[in-house]
């Protein structure tokens, strides 16, 4: 079984993808993210997968790109910001080099846009976020090897940080 170099996992705006593309640039490996497997397979994106066929629906093809890309990916691998909501994901990680990215709220505010005008109706996206976090923290914590804050740095910076916390050399180390 082929197992990713590492595994990044964070909320949305922590810079999973962009972090996830360096370090495999640096790494000289492949990159992939879980999000695009699933748009992939289901042939639209993510917030229409939400949308008509709802959450549940969506975790499962979470779960089983997961799951793919766990046992098959030899390179860096990004995980959408929810999937360690699922047990079977947690205990996939588990044995897996997983580097939770943490960021603060100002970060992924500016990162993901949730200073963009809303509708009145709209949930609080602020309110939604730190809800998520609250809820997710504990388990990006229980399955990551190590974390890297992302505050205040380029994307550069936390690659940096990513491939010295889990002691990792580039071809040109």
């Known amino acids: 079984m082929t197992t990713p170099v590492l595994v990044l996992v964070g909320p949305p705006g922590s810079g999973k993808s962009t972090v996830g593309r360096a370090v495999a640039e640096r790494l000289g490996v492949a990159f992939r993210d879980t999000d695009a497997d699933i748009e992939a397979r289901a042939g639209k994106p993510i917030p229409d ?9 969506f975790r499962e093809l979470e779960q089983a790109a997961v799951r793919a890309a766990a046992g098959t990916h030899a390179g860096v691998l990004a ?5 360690v909501m699922a047990a079977p994901t947690r205990e996939l990680l588990r044995d897996l080099p997983v580097v939770f990215l943490e960021v603060p709220l100002a970060d992924a505010v500016k990162r993901v846009g949730l200073d963009a005008p809303r509708p009145l109706l709209a949930v609080n996206p602020r309110a939604r976020w730190r809800e998520l976090m609250e809820a997710r923290r504990p388990l990006y914590l229980e399955v990551a090897t190590a974390v890297v804050d992302t505050a205040g740095r380029t994307p550069e910076q936390v ?3 990513v491939l010295e916390a889990l002691e990792l050399k580039t071809p040109h180390d």
């Open 79 to 83: 995980l959408g910001g929810g999937a």
């Open 159 to 161: 690659a940096d940080a």
């Open 49 to 57: 997968i939400f949308v008509d066929e709802g959450e549940p629906h």
